[in-house]
């Protein structure tokens, strides 16, 4: 099993290296949260991020991952998720399949990129088995799309430890949409201004989540001697 992430970097046959940009994106490559949030104002590096993470993963064979946009047009406009991943996979010999919307690595190794528009989308994806799953601007997607898509994110293979990853613009505790967005990051941010607290950044906690609660603790062994049986996760904001 690969336990350690690392921030991953590729050299290419001229001698070019892809690699993080130092600072926030590498630590949201690096970090060995279940789940971690990466939060920026647009051209901060998120989405890039979020298509360098496959890259140290793509030797393994077994490994896949779904990165989701909210809607199609989101994935295929001009500069999108799609044009950005070409100018990054084709460096590295991947396929495109444009009909399925997928990279294939010369590993065998896959990246599909979804749109989830509707909460019965993810319906689509029950029994499927995604060692990682990626939501792009995920305050445009609802609590019941974010936290469904936990159920398939594991990986049979036992290679990968499953993780899940999401980028996000700010948004405020009453939006309509991503409201449940900052409620979630809530202890990342400061109370009185709403904005990033940097001393927590990265800092990860774990939860165990009972229906709509979530309760929080410092520690995996702290939230399994409060709920006994249960399998608490981690969790991490990077801004």
Not at 32 to 52: E, V
Request: net charge negative.
């Amino acid at each position: 099993m690969i336990e350690n992430r690392g921030a991953p970097s590729a050299t290419l046959r001229d001698g070019d290296v892809i690699k993080p940009n130092p600072g926030p994106q590498e630590s949201f490559l690096a970090t060995d949260a279940d789940i971690a949030i990466f939060g920026g104002s647009a051209g901060s590096g998120k989405t890039r991020g979020l298509l360098l993470l496959p890259v140290q993963y793509a030797a393994v064979p077994e490994f896949a991952a779904v990165i989701f946009r909210r809607t199609y047009p989101e994935i295929m406009n001009p500069g999108g998720l799609w044009d950005d991943a070409a100018a990054l996979y084709t460096a590295l010999r991947a396929e495109p399949k444009l009909t399925t919307l997928d990279w294939t690595f010369p590993s065998g190794a896959r990246v599909k990129f979804g749109h989830m528009q509707y909460e019965t989308d993810r319906v689509a994806y029950r029994g499927a088995q995604i060692p990682m799953i990626a939501f792009d601007q995920v305050e445009n997607f609802s609590e019941l799309m974010f936290w469904g898509m936990l159920h398939p994110n594991r990986d049979p293979s036992g290679k990968v430890r499953p993780f899940l990853r999401a980028t996000c613009n700010p948004v405020p505790a009453d939006d309509p949409v991503g409201g449940w967005l900052h409620r979630l990051v809530s202890w990342w941010l400061d109370e009185a201004t709403g904005y990033a607290r940097w001393d927590r950044s990265g800092v990860v906690r774990w939860f165990v989540r009972d229906g709509d609660v979530m309760h929080w603790y410092a520690t995996a062994d702290a939230a399994r001697d409060a709920h006994a049986g249960a399998a608490p996760s981690s969790l991490t904001f990077i801004p």
